[in-house]
């Protein structure tokens, strides 16, 4: 059982991307899902959680008012709206699974994991 990530590549700062999140084995309707990044020689950090129903999201402070999480009520597919990207902002980034149907603040919140997905934004 996985969440996979796709939908990273390269980029000019000031450019946007859109990250998706997929299931792999079973689906994630009834899971809060959240997305995490990676940069290398650094710790996993947490960028942005959403409930299962999407009514409820949290974004790290790094991000908030350029990054949007979102899905469609109640089904797996996630997505990560990024904007006004900036070279700070490359990593691999991960889509994550709880168990529980609530948003996803942090690591300790995320069960299921996959593939990341490298987003290189240059200056």
């Known amino acids: 059982v996985q969440a996979a990530a796709s939908g990273g590549g390269m980029v000019q700062a000031g450019g946007s991307l859109r990250l998706s999140c997929a299931a792999s084995?079973?689906?994630?309707?009834?899971?809060?899902m959240g997305w995490f990044r990676q940069a290398p020689g650094k710790e996993r950090e947490f960028v942005a959680g959403?409930?299962?129903?999407?009514?409820?999201?949290i974004y790290a402070d790094s991000v908030r008012g350029r990054f949007t999480i979102s899905r469609d009520w109640a089904r797996t597919p996630v997505y990560l709206q990024m904007n006004s990207l900036k070279a700070e902002d490359t990593a691999v980034y991960y889509c994550?699974?709880?168990?529980?149907?609530?948003?996803?603040?942090?690591?300790?919140?995320?069960?299921?994991w996959g593939k990341g997905t490298q987003v290189t934004v240059s200056s």
């Open positions: 994550a699974a709880s168990k529980s149907p609530a948003v996803v603040t942090g690591a300790d919140g995320a069960d299921y």
């Open positions: 084995g079973r689906t994630f309707g009834t899971n809060g």
């Open positions: 959403i409930s299962w129903s999407g009514g409820n999201t």
